[in-house]
Structure formats: structure tokens, C-alpha cells
């Protein structure tokens, strides 16, 4: 039986259980910090981001968060914003915002689960895997535009493009 079928035969099972399977299964860090939230470490090439999955029974919602640290400097704020906007154009399955405050970049996701739907464990795979590299492509970018003093539009330019099919 695989990963899912184990999963998904046992009736009423909560999406953190499911999200807490995958991240042993894939031996990544991980703090089960309530009955509903996860947080976990996951490498990326760039650097190690921070997970945070949340269940929201009242919205009946599997919310991720991914973020990374980011201190750009003064003055790099109006830029900071183009590059988000240019962004978040470029992608269908999350978006980017800056907390200042925390001094994260952060991509957010939000998947619907109404009517008493189960997400599948491919679906919170695919939702994690988007978000890591989500944050990859853009990371290089995001660095440019705080610290070489390049525009929106020339780090895009870095930007690492989705491949399609096989080498």
C-alpha cells in the first residue's frame, strides 16, 4: 500500500497528521506545535526556509507559509515592492509579501478543503514543493533588487524559468 493509500484510508484523518507523515517521511525538521499547525525546516538550494502549515477548521482551509530572512537595506523598499508585483504576475499557485516588521519575505497559500474534503498527500506535496520553489527562482532575485541596486526588471531577468520536459 502506498503513502497515500495508508493515509487516506483511515476515515477523518486531519490535514496536519498528513502534513506530520510527509515531513517524516521525508526526514525534514519538523514541531507539531498544536493539533492544527506545523512548522518545519526545508533545504532548498539557496538556503533552508521555514514552513508553517495551519488547518482552519472555521474556514476549512490548509494554509501554508513559507518564509525566508531578508534585511535589504534603506532605501530599497519602493524596488522591493515593484519586484513582489512582478512576482506575484508570474505565478498561479501562491503569492509573495513582505513583513517588514519580522524582516521576512514570505509566500502564502491557501488550500480550500469545504464540504468535508480530504487533501490527498500529493496535493500537500505539490503545495510544499510549489512553495520551496517558488522561492528558489525568485531568492536571486529578491537579492538583486536589495543589495546590488538593480531594478525590477533586470533581476527578473536571473529569475530561474520552470523547465519543461525531459533532458
Same mark, same amino acid.
Given at each position: 500500500?502506498?503513502?497515500?493509500?495508508?493515509?487516506?484510508?483511515?476515515?477523518? +484523518?486531519? !490535514? /496536519?497528521? /498528513?502534513?506530520?507523515?510527509?515531513?517524516?517521511?521525508?526526514?525534514?525538521? &519538523?514541531?507539531?506545535?498544536?493539533?492544527?499547525?506545523?512548522?518545519?525546516? #526545508?533545504?532548498?538550494? =539557496?538556503?533552508? %526556509?521555514? *514552513?508553517?502549515?495551519?488547518?482552519?477548521?472555521?474556514?476549512?482551509? @490548509?494554509?501554508?507559509?513559507?518564509?525566508?530572512?531578508?534585511?535589504?537595506? !534603506?532605501?530599497?523598499?519602493?524596488? *522591493?515592492?515593484?519586484? @513582489?508585483?512582478?512576482?506575484?504576475?508570474? #505565478?498561479?499557485?501562491?503569492? &509573495?509579501?513582505? =513583513?517588514?516588521?519580522?524582516?521576512?519575505?514570505?509566500?502564502? %497559500?491557501?488550500?480550500?478543503?469545504?464540504?468535508?474534503?480530504?487533501?490527498? !498527500?500529493?496535493?500537500?506535496?505539490?503545495?510544499?514543493?510549489?512553495?520551496?520553489?517558488?522561492?528558489?527562482?525568485? %531568492? !536571486?532575485? &529578491?537579492?538583486?533588487?536589495?543589495?546590488?541596486?538593480?531594478?525590477?526588471?533586470?533581476?527578473?531577468? +536571473?529569475? /530561474?524559468?520552470?523547465? %519543461?520536459?525531459?533532458?
Amino acid at each position: 500500500m502506498s503513502l497515500s493509500e495508508d493515509l487516506l484510508a483511515v476515515e477523518d +484523518v486531519h !490535514p /496536519i497528521d /498528513i502534513v506530520e507523515t510527509l515531513a517524516e517521511h521525508h526526514d525534514w525538521e &519538523f514541531d507539531r506545535v498544536t493539533d492544527d499547525q506545523i512548522a518545519m525546516a #526545508v533545504e532548498g538550494q =539557496w538556503r533552508t %526556509y521555514s *514552513l508553517t502549515l495551519a488547518w482552519s477548521g472555521a474556514e476549512q482551509t @490548509l494554509r501554508l507559509i513559507c518564509t525566508f530572512e531578508m534585511e535589504p537595506p !534603506p532605501g530599497r523598499d519602493a524596488a *522591493l515592492f515593484d519586484l @513582489l508585483n512582478r512576482c506575484n504576475d508570474m #505565478v498561479w499557485t501562491g503569492a &509573495f509579501t513582505w =513583513w517588514a516588521e519580522q524582516k521576512l519575505m514570505v509566500w502564502r %497559500y491557501g488550500l480550500p478543503l469545504d464540504g468535508g474534503q480530504i487533501a490527498a !498527500p500529493e496535493q500537500i506535496t505539490r503545495l510544499i514543493r510549489n512553495a520551496v520553489q517558488g522561492c528558489e527562482r525568485f %531568492y !536571486p532575485a &529578491f537579492q538583486m533588487v536589495a543589495w546590488a541596486g538593480q531594478d525590477a526588471g533586470q533581476a527578473l531577468q +536571473v529569475a /530561474i524559468a520552470e523547465a %519543461y520536459g525531459r533532458a
